[in-house]
């Protein structure tokens, strides 16, 4: 079974300040791990995702998170928010054995504040 | 032109009304997934498909069923629509393996 937890619905930000969105999985076999984001009416789309190798990973528009197999975490950060950040961000797991599906949280709408 | 497009964009129907919401990809991937996006809730798998013979239920299937007509053609079906099926549906594709996934822009749904 694999399942994600995104702690904070909702998270605000003033614009040039540290974006830290949470995400915690669980996972009976190793992971690979996604961050989506969702634009408003608009489909998902990639930010990065981590598989193997290193455990730092850098994605699109500033974006890194950093898989820490110790803490059962994938948080994704920036270090300075900008105004077109804002959007809902959805952390996902899935299994990299056999047919296991991807298993998306429930979602963290980014607010960014002028 | 968008890789992966869903059709109709947005859709109002009435409870017991059959609904088919369609999806095509340009991508030649031989997998296709519908999601169902209700807000607080993420999105869950309804059913995917691994390629034209491989049709699985995903974790919310009760309610739908769907359609493999050719690769690049996935079409889900409600039988019999019921108001808490209002919501956002998503297809995705994927190239093999649990890759990344490339989404269509999605319908919206509103039973009534």
């Known amino acids: 079974a694999q399942s994600v937890t995104q702690l904070g619905s909702h998270v605000s930000v003033s614009e040039g300040a540290l974006v830290l969105l949470r995400c915690n999985y669980s996972?009976?076999?190793?992971?690979?791990l996604f961050w989506y984001v969702q634009y408003p009416n608009q489909g998902l789309q990639l930010l990065l995702k981590?598989?193997?190798?290193?455990?730092l990973v850098k994605g699109i528009n500033g974006f890194e998170a950093e898989f820490k197999k110790s803490e059962t975490s994938f948080h994704l950060t920036k270090p300075s928010a900008h105004m077109s950040d804002a959007a809902e961000y959805f952390c996902a797991v899935s299994g990299n054995t056999g047919r296991r599906a991807l298993t998306f949280g429930s979602g963290t709408r980014l607010q960014v504040q002028p | 032109d968008a890789d992966v497009t869903q059709t109709p964009r947005n859709r109002i129907t009435k409870t017991g009304k059959r609904i088919m919401l369609e999806c095509s990809q340009t991508?030649?991937?031989?997998?296709m997934y519908w999601y169902r996006q209700d807000p607080g809730l993420g999105l869950r798998l309804i059913y995917y498909s691994f390629d034209v013979k491989d049709i699985n239920k995903g974790e919310i299937s009760d309610g739908y069923s769907v359609s493999r007509q050719a690769q690049a053609k996935f079409s889900l079906s409600l039988e019999s629509a019921i108001p808490n099926q209002t919501a956002l549906y998503f297809c995705?594709?994927?190239?093999?393996?649990?890759?990344?996934?490339?989404f269509g822009p999605g319908t919206r749904l509103l039973v009534l």
């Open positions: 995705a594709t994927s190239p093999g393996g649990w890759e990344t996934q490339y």
């Open positions: 991508k030649g991937h031989d997998r």
């Open positions: 981590y598989t193997t190798g290193a455990t």
């Open positions: 996972s009976s076999v190793p992971p690979y």
